[in-house]
C-alpha cells in the first residue's frame, strides 16, 4: 500500500493539534497555535491560505424574491456569479427549496460595510425566475434539488448541477443541466461527466489555470462537493472531480476510518441511538461522519471548503442536519501541491487531507454558509449566507446575504 505522512492542523480546546495522519491510529501531538509547516506540501513558492486569510469587507442582501407565496428565505443556497461588461454582477441562487427553481439577481451598487448591519446593507435586484430548468433530472424524485451553478464564459451558457438532500433512490447518471440563459431560457439535454451525482453534485470550482493547463489538459471547470447526506450513509471526505470523469479526490460511502477526512474530536456517539456510519475518536483525532460539505471554491493555490460539523452528543433519533445537539463550522484548506500529487497519483484519491480552522464569519448576522465564488482577478471571495436579515422585526422569515471577503496572501 502506497502511504504518505501528511500533516493535519486541528483546534482542540484552543489549540492547534499537529497529527500524522495515514496511520491506522493516528497518534497526536501538540503544537503551536499557528499552523506548523507542511513539509509534504509546502513548497518554496507556494504562499498557504489560513482562516486569518480572509477578511470582511461587506456585501448585499438578497430580496425575498416572493415567487407565489415561496421566497428566499428557504433557499438551499449555491451560488453562481458572472460579472459584466458594465460592471454589475449576475447571480443564480437556488430559490425556495420547494420550488426547485433558479432565481437570477443583479448587483450594480456599492456593497455594504462590514460594520453595518446586514439588513443596513444595499440590495440585490431580482431580475427573473429561470423557471424549473432542473426538472428533467429531479423528475418526480422530490429529494433532488438544484444545488450548483457555474457560469460557463467559454460556451456562454449557465451549468446546474444537483444533490439529493435523502438518498434513498438511485441517483440519475446524467445531472449536469446546461442553460441557455438568454431573453428566452433554454434548457438543453442532461449531461454525463462519469462521476455519481452524490459525490460531486450540488458544486462547481474553477481551477486556476496553471494548475488547469498542467493537471487538466486545460479545463478550467470541475465539480465539487462530498460530504454528509440523509438516507444513504455519508461520503466522508471533500470530493473533486474533472468534466473527463476523474475523481482526483473521493471516498468510497461508510469507508474505513483510514478513508476519511479528519476533524476535531469534539463529539460522542455514545448511546442507544448513535448513528452507525459515524466512528469514534481516536484520542483528540475524529473522523468525518455527518459532517456536511457547504460550499467550495479554488482560491489562489487551493481548494477550500466550508464544512458544518456535528459536536457534542450525538443521536440518529435527532433527525436534524447532523443528528447532534450542537454544530460548529471551519475551513478545510486542500493545498494546491497536495492535489497535485492526487493527480499524478503519489497520494491515492481516498487519502488527500486537508489543514482546517474555525471558521469566523466576523459579522453577527453571517452564520449559515450556502454557497461560494471565487473572483481571481480582484482577489476576493463571495460567500452567501442563509438566514441573514428580516425586513423587519415582526417577521419571522429571514433572507440570505452575499458577503465579499478580500483575500490576504
Not at 440590495?123 to 460557463?152: C, F, H, M, Q, T
Not at 460550499?295 to 433519533?317: E, K, Q, S
Not at 486537508?354 to 469566523?360: C, I
Request: charged share 20%; proline share 5%; glycine share 10%.
Amino acid at each position: 500500500m502506497r502511504t504518505l505522512t501528511l500533516i493535519l492542523i486541528a483546534v482542540t480546546s484552543g489549540k492547534y493539534l499537529a497529527a500524522q495522519d495515514l496511520s491506522p491510529i493516528p497518534k497526536p501531538s501538540r503544537g503551536t497555535k499557528r499552523p506548523a509547516a507542511d513539509a509534504a506540501s509546502e513548497t518554496a513558492t507556494e504562499q498557504r491560505l489560513t482562516d486569518k486569510s480572509f477578511e470582511l469587507l461587506g456585501g448585499w442582501r438578497i430580496p425575498p424574491a416572493n415567487r407565489n407565496g415561496q421566497t428566499m428565505g428557504f433557499t438551499k443556497g449555491g451560488l453562481g456569479i458572472r460579472r459584466n461588461d458594465d460592471g454589475s454582477m449576475t447571480l443564480w441562487i437556488g430559490h425556495h427549496v420547494k420550488n426547485k427553481t433558479v432565481q437570477e439577481f443583479k448587483i450594480d451598487s456599492k456593497m455594504g460595510t462590514s460594520e453595518a448591519l446586514v439588513a443596513k446593507w444595499p440590495s440585490a435586484s431580482s431580475v427573473r425566475n429561470l423557471g424549473k430548468v432542473y426538472s428533467e433530472v429531479s423528475g418526480s424524485n422530490s429529494y433532488i434539488e438544484p444545488r450548483g451553478y457555474y457560469w460557463d464564459a467559454k460556451r456562454q451558457r449557465l451549468l446546474v448541477s444537483g444533490r439529493q438532500w435523502y438518498a434513498t433512490q438511485g441517483s440519475p447518471k446524467k445531472w449536469i443541466v446546461p442553460v441557455d440563459v438568454g431573453s428566452e431560457v433554454v434548457v438543453e439535454p442532461a449531461e454525463s461527466w462519469g462521476l455519481s451525482m452524490q459525490g460531486f453534485g450540488g458544486g462547481f470550482i474553477e481551477l486556476s489555470q496553471a494548475f488547469a493547463d498542467k493537471y487538466n489538459q486545460g479545463v478550467l471547470i470541475c465539480a465539487s462537493r462530498g460530504g454528509y447526506e440523509s438516507g444513504q450513509g455519508s461520503i466522508p471526505s471533500v470530493t473533486l472531480g474533472t468534466q473527463a470523469g476523474r475523481a482526483i479526490m473521493a471516498s468510497r460511502w461508510n469507508s474505513a476510518k483510514d478513508d476519511r477526512e479528519r476533524r476535531d474530536a469534539d463529539y460522542d456517539r455514545a448511546g442507544a441511538m448513535k448513528p452507525p456510519w459515524v466512528y469514534d475518536p481516536d484520542g483528540e483525532v475524529g473522523y468525518w461522519g455527518t459532517d456536511r460539505v457547504e460550499a467550495t471554491a479554488w482560491v489562489n493555490n487551493a481548494l477550500i471548503a466550508i464544512i458544518t460539523h456535528p459536536t457534542g452528543r450525538m443521536n440518529y433519533a435527532l433527525q436534524n442536519h447532523t443528528l447532534s445537539t450542537s454544530s460548529k463550522k471551519s475551513i478545510y484548506i486542500y493545498d494546491e501541491s497536495v492535489l497535485a500529487a492526487a493527480c499524478t497519483g503519489r497520494i491515492p484519491k481516498n487519502r488527500v487531507r486537508g489543514r482546517w480552522y474555525p471558521w469566523v464569519s466576523q459579522h453577527k448576522n453571517l452564520r449559515h454558509v450556502v454557497g461560494m465564488w471565487f473572483d481571481s482577478q480582484k482577489q476576493q471571495l463571495y460567500v452567501l449566507y442563509a438566514r441573514s436579515w428580516r425586513q423587519n422585526e415582526s417577521v419571522n422569515e429571514q433572507y440570505p446575504a452575499l458577503a465579499v471577503y478580500r483575500v490576504n496572501t
